[in-house]
């Protein structure tokens, strides 16, 4: 079975950057599309940004355009989230999902068929 291990969270000021990655062991990372979630407090699990199986399509909510790059190396199995220019509105608990059978990259809560436990990022002064 697949599973993913989020790493990379913490503390950081308005403004500021964290690099967040997701390890994946117990299968191929390559057969499955990633995608980065977050559940802030008091809100439902939205999608952020998703990355297709060999890393040359890319979605990403409007909220973090411009801010936010997913990017993806399945030599070491792992997907990365590169977070700049943070805001507090950024502040929620990040998950690295993962799917093995869909066509279309969506970044939906749907679609993910294998969850990480989640990663907090805090972006207070």
């Known amino acids: 079975q697949l599973q993913l291990v989020e790493t990379g969270g913490g503390l950081v000021q308005p403004g500021g950057s964290l690099t967040l990655a997701c390890a994946a062991s117990?299968?191929?990372?390559?057969?499955?599309?990633i995608g980065w979630f977050r559940q802030a407090p008091g809100k439902e699990r939205e999608g952020v940004s998703c990355?297709?199986?060999?890393?040359?399509?890319?979605y990403s909510v409007d909220s973090v355009k411009g801010r936010f790059t997913v990017s993806r190396d399945n030599a070491k199995n792992t997907v990365y989230l590169q977070m700049n220019s943070l805001k507090p509105e950024d502040t929620a608990v990040y998950y690295c999902?993962?799917?093995?059978?869909?066509?279309?990259?969506?970044?939906?809560?749907?679609?993910?068929?294998?969850w990480g436990k989640g990663t907090l990022v805090t972006v207070s002064s």
């Open positions: 117990g299968s191929a990372l390559d057969t499955y599309v």
């Open positions: 999902a993962a799917d093995r059978h869909v066509a279309n990259v969506r970044c939906v809560v749907e679609d993910m068929h294998y």
């Open positions: 990355i297709t199986r060999a890393g040359g399509g890319t």
